[in-house]
């Protein structure tokens, strides 16, 4: 099969807005990614649109997809919604890979949006339970922070890392959010303040809970025989994995990690043909902080157990040798659940251009991107590769 | 007179309690006579669930189980829902066959009084056995005497053939005194019109009506009277034929309060306990009615009575509902009752499938099995024990619910999930199921402790009650 390229990707700020409806906000969010393209791209060159979102008003809708595409002035190409969870848009990229790989299009439109504030603060609870397995995990009264909260009673019960290690993760992701004007929580956070915040679902705490924001992203994938067309310095999608899990945690062998994670990890180094060693830079889906403990695992990015480490040693930060969620990952930057695995695409392909402004990291050639839908019920890992003039 | 005899008698209340003093402190005064704290039912009890404890307790004090039932009969004057067979999934919750013969008495609070007359007719049933269950949580306005006095309990007969308790006599009596005590249709509060001398009147009037009907002596060693508070029993000494002594020897009021229907029955466990060989049982409804019985012998008894958390007034009346909101707007999570119905087995009792393939155990057994991902044509059926270890946990806190246990959370605060390691019948292979997991007061719940499980409300969705199990810290189980 042929090669896929990012040749653009951006996202609105992600936070609280008002004025704009999920159709307004998804094209803005193209336009960023037109924008970016460097040699120019005519919306007429898109043959294919994929857009990540759970729901609009808190509800499902349907023809979302072809709604936010119309809306944006992309006319008669099909254009479809994929749902899975907080991991909509790493899979609708996932997508977009495909159809560009397969040979149906040359460029694809891979999206997400999510508007989250519009609704009252019960119907988001509704909204947010119903991704989980809602027939015996749910009806125990467990949200998503709770399901997240038992994996973490598990794992800090089995090893050494503590809460604090939970909380040195939001300090992290804040300190590098700070630094992107995009981000929904751009500020930063003392360890104080995070080891003091209140409990939410024992025994994560507020600090270890990623905020509900309004936002989108877009990222055109163009094929090896367009690619020049639109930029020289085109960033390859070296690899991709995805895989699915039980959907309750009750139903899994293991709650102190993801396997869909892993496998989606394995997946995606395997086709880059690359190890998690040669990973430059990493954007981990921290919905919790828990999560990106366990991901920093799941992605072989250390040894089972081992996660605190990495914090402790300041591997993660954005100047240590593996920087985790410069732009703030989902705790800082913002969690639009449909926007969010794009996002990170768009994220991955400013780093690798060389356009992260201040939390730029030094010279990268390889980015991975991990978007998790609900507690692990599915995963999709992306390695993308700024190619080095031989 | 029937041939019928009392296997055993198992009893149960609420943990939470309520001091009068707290009630007084709140209204300036008590109004229940001889009352100095009660039993208060968690938002997630009702009294279709407390006689589900309090049928397993006779049950395992008979050394039986649920299968040999015959015979299921409720009384309570209030039934968790108004129109609608309870017994039927009364049967289901305690494993009881199909062909189960099933009675509701209610209206009265001598209701289990008339479903026991009416059992020691229908028997006996050879090795069977059956099981009459007296349940209630009266409710009164919060302000009135009947809402101070009003209490909760539950308490359960086994009947056999030849069992230790002998009925010896038995007698009924009606005379119309309305107004005494009554609900008016719709409304969950029972109240009175409070004519003293005319309510007294029709207690001891028709208690003495139905005792003088007993041919046999007396001759008791306790006698276990209605008691809607701690005084009014006593004004029934010389109508009854007993002593003071021998209705304190059996009372429970004071400690549980108005038991409503269970008053007599948690009365009977009480003297049996305290060794009583030889007990009036009379009850009062009001209408009125008076049932009494004459047993004879040493019953054996298992009871879960003593408290074991205290409530403040602003907590007792958020158990209540007094001060506390429904379900939000935005709904919950949506799963049909016909869905719910689908894994009804597994709600009430735990039934695993074990892989024809794997051997692998399954809950809840659908879908492709967990061990080898085949999708067995049926699952062998297993019911699991109920015991397990807790895996994974966390505690939700005010305000982290879903909507569907906002109402929950609001009555009874923040509450635990947990991931269970149940064990199977086995005793070797052990499989997975969530869990809330029932915190008294500074119960803390770790991964690594052991549970067992209990019946209890999940939740109630488009007024339909859902019932299933929810585990609680062993010890904790009284």
Same mark, same amino acid.
């Given at each position: 099969?042929?090669?896929?390229?990012?040749?653009?990707?951006?996202?609105?700020?992600?936070?609280?807005?008002?004025?704009?409806?999920?159709?307004?906000?998804?094209?803005?969010?193209?336009?960023?990614?037109?924008?970016?393209?460097?040699?120019?791209?005519?919306?007429?060159?898109?043959?294919?649109?994929?857009?990540?979102?759970?729901?609009?008003?808190?509800?499902?809708?349907?023809?979302? &997809?072809?709604?936010?595409?119309?809306?944006?002035?992309?006319?008669?190409?099909?254009?479809?919604?994929?749902?899975?969870?907080?991991?909509?848009?790493?899979y609708s990229v996932r997508q977009a890979v495909q159809a560009v790989k397969s040979g149906m299009a040359d460029v694809a439109l891979a999206g997400g949006v999510e508007i989250m504030t519009d609704m009252s603060s019960d119907v988001t609870k509704y909204w947010l339970g119903v991704s989980g397995e809602t027939e015996w995990e749910r009806l125990t009264g467990t949200t998503f922070a709770?399901?997240?909260?038992?994996?973490?009673?598990?794992?800090?019960?089995?090893?050494?890392?503590?809460?604090?290690?939970?909380?040195?993760?939001?300090?992290?992701?804040?300190?590098?959010?700070?630094?992107? %004007?995009?981000?929904? #929580?751009?500020?930063?956070?003392? #360890?104080?303040?995070?080891?003091?915040?209140?409990?939410?679902?024992? %025994?994560?705490? #507020?600090?270890?809970?990623?905020?509900?924001?309004?936002?989108?992203a877009a990222v055109l994938i163009a094929s090896e025989d367009v690619v020049d067309e639109y930029t020289d310095d085109p960033i390859r999608v070296a690899g991709v994995g995805a895989a699915s899990e039980r959907v309750g945690l009750f139903q899994r062998d293991d709650y102190t990690g993801i396997a869909s994670s892993k496998k989606a990890g394995e997946q995606a180094?395997?086709?880059?043909?690359?190890? %998690?060693?040669?990973?430059?830079?990493?954007?981990?889906?921290?919905?919790?902080?828990?999560?990106?403990?366990?991901?920093?695992?799941?992605?072989?990015?250390?040894?089972?157990?081992?996660?605190?480490? #990495?914090?402790?040693?300041?591997?993660?930060?954005?100047?240590?040798?593996?920087?985790?969620?410069?732009? &703030?990952?989902?705790?800082?930057?913002?969690?639009?659940? &449909?926007?969010?695995?794009? &996002?990170?695409?768009?994220?991955?392909?400013?780093?690798?251009?060389?356009?992260?402004?201040?939390?730029?990291?030094?010279?990268?050639?390889?980015?991975?991107?991990h978007n998790v839908g609900g507690s692990g019920g599915a995963a999709v890992v992306h390695v993308l590769e700024r190619e080095v003039a031989q | 007179m029937t041939d019928v005899s009392i296997a055993a008698v198992g009893a149960y209340a609420p943990r939470l309690r309520i001091d009068a003093d707290e009630i007084a402190d709140a209204w300036g005064q008590f109004q229940a006579s001889g009352i100095e704290r009660k039993a208060v039912p968690e938002a997630d009890e009702d009294a279709l669930t407390m006689a589900v404890e309090a049928a397993e307790r006779a049950l395992a004090a008979a050394g039986r189980d649920g299968s040999a039932v015959t015979h299921l009969a409720l009384g309570t004057t209030t039934p968790p829902m108004a129109e609608e067979d309870l017994t039927a999934r009364l049967a289901s919750m305690l494993g009881a066959p199909e062909d189960v013969t099933t009675r509701t008495v209610t209206g009265s609070t001598r209701a289990s009084a008339q479903a026991l007359d009416a059992?020691?007719? $229908?028997?006996?049933?050879?090795?069977?056995?059956?099981?009459?269950?007296?349940?209630?949580?009266?409710?009164?306005?919060?302000?009135?005497?009947?809402?101070?006095a009003a209490g909760a309990g539950a308490a359960a007969f086994v009947l056999e053939a030849d069992g230790p308790g002998t009925i010896v006599d038995r007698a009924s009596h009606v005379e119309p005194y309305p107004g005494t005590r009554f609900r008016t249709t719709g409304d969950d509060e029972t109240t009175g019109l409070g004519v003293t001398q005319y309510d007294r009147d029709a207690?001891?009037?028709t208690l003495g009506g139905a005792t003088s009907d007993l041919e046999e002596p007396l001759?008791?060693?306790?006698?276990?009277?209605?008691?809607?508070?701690?005084?009014?029993?006593?004004?029934?000494?010389?109508?009854?034929?007993?002593?003071? @002594?021998?209705?304190?020897? *059996?009372?429970?009021?004071?400690?549980?309060?108005? +038991?409503?229907?269970?008053?007599?029955?948690?009365? *009977?466990? @009480?003297?049996?306990?305290?060794?009583?060989?030889?007990?009036?049982?009379?009850?009062?409804? !009001?209408?009125?009615? *008076?049932?009494a019985l004459l047993i004879d012998g040493a019953v054996p008894v298992a009871t879960s009575l003593e408290g074991d958390t205290d409530l403040s007034y602003a907590e007792y009346l958020r158990r209540r509902g007094e001060i506390t909101s429904d379900e939000p707007e935005g709904g919950g999570a949506y799963v049909s009752v016909p869905s719910w119905q689908r894994t009804i087995s597994q709600r009430h009792r735990l039934v695993a499938g074990r892989c024809p393939n794997c051997n692998g155990l399954n809950f809840p057994p659908d879908g492709a099995c /967990?061990?080898?991902?085949?999708?067995?044509?049926?699952?062998?059926?297993?019911?699991?024990?109920?015991?397990?270890?807790?895996?994974?946990?966390?505690?939700?806190?005010?305000?982290?619910?879903?909507?569907?246990?906002?109402?929950?959370?609001?009555? !009874?605060?923040?509450?635990?999930?947990?991931?269970?390691?149940?064990?199977?019948?086995?005793?070797?292979? +052990?499989?997975?199921?969530?869990?809330?997991?029932?915190?008294?007061?500074?119960?803390?719940?770790?991964?690594?402790?052991?549970?067992? @499980? @209990?019946?209890?409300?999940?939740? +109630?969705?488009?007024?339909?009650?859902? /019932?299933?199990?929810?585990?609680?810290?062993?010890? $904790?189980?009284?």
């Open positions: 099969m042929r090669d896929a390229y990012v040749i653009g990707a951006g996202q609105t700020p992600f936070g609280t807005m008002p004025d704009e409806s999920y159709r307004s906000l998804f094209s803005a969010a193209l336009e960023t990614a037109v924008d970016s393209v460097p040699y120019g791209l005519e919306r007429d060159d898109i043959d294919e649109a994929v857009i990540g979102s759970l729901g609009v008003g808190g509800r499902q809708l349907g023809l979302s &997809g072809p709604a936010a595409t119309e809306h944006a002035g992309l006319h008669g190409i099909p254009s479809s919604r994929i749902e899975n969870a907080c991991a909509a848009s790493g709770g399901v997240y909260a038992q994996m973490a009673s598990t794992y800090l019960d089995q090893y050494e890392a503590t809460q604090e290690h939970l909380s040195m993760v939001a300090v992290k992701n804040h300190e590098n959010g700070a630094k992107n %004007p995009k981000a929904h #929580l751009g500020f930063e956070c003392s #360890l104080d303040d995070a080891v003091g915040a209140p409990t939410v679902a024992d %025994p994560l705490n #507020l600090y270890h809970c990623c905020p509900t924001s309004d936002g989108a180094y395997d086709e880059a043909g690359i190890t %998690p060693d040669d990973v430059d830079f990493a954007e981990i889906h921290d919905c919790f902080a828990i999560a990106e403990l366990l991901a920093y695992e799941d992605l072989g990015f250390c040894e089972r157990g081992e996660a605190h480490q #990495l914090l402790e040693d300041g591997v993660t930060e954005l100047d240590g040798e593996l920087p985790v969620n410069a732009s &703030g990952g989902l705790k800082s930057k913002g969690h639009p659940i &449909g926007a969010t695995g794009a &996002g990170q695409v768009a994220e991955a392909f400013k780093q690798l251009s060389g356009k992260a402004g201040d939390r730029q990291i030094d010279d990268p050639q390889y980015g991975l991107t | 059992a020691l007719d $229908a028997g006996p049933w050879g090795d069977e056995v059956a099981l009459v269950i007296a349940s209630d949580c009266p409710r009164g306005e919060p302000d009135s005497e009947r809402g101070h207690f001891t009037t001759d008791v060693d306790a006698a276990a009277v209605q008691s809607p508070d701690g005084k009014l029993p006593y004004r029934a000494t010389d109508a009854l034929g007993v002593s003071v @002594t021998e209705i304190s020897a *059996a009372e429970t009021v004071s400690t549980l309060g108005d +038991t409503g229907a269970a008053s007599v029955f948690l009365s *009977a466990a @009480t003297a049996f306990e305290e060794g009583a060989e030889r007990l009036l049982m009379a009850a009062y409804g !009001s209408g009125a009615g *008076a049932n /967990y061990d080898c991902n085949e999708v067995p044509d049926e699952y062998e059926t297993v019911e699991l024990s109920g015991t397990g270890t807790v895996e994974a946990v966390t505690q939700i806190e005010q305000g982290g619910a879903p909507p569907e246990f906002v109402e929950q959370q609001s009555k !009874s605060g923040a509450f635990v999930s947990a991931v269970v390691a149940f064990n199977g019948p086995d005793g070797e292979q +052990t499989v997975s199921a969530p869990t809330q997991v029932l915190i008294g007061g500074d119960e803390v719940v770790d991964v690594g402790d052991d549970v067992e @499980t @209990t019946i209890r409300r999940i939740y +109630t969705q488009e007024d339909v009650i859902r /019932y299933g199990f929810k585990a609680q810290l062993t010890g $904790a189980k009284r």
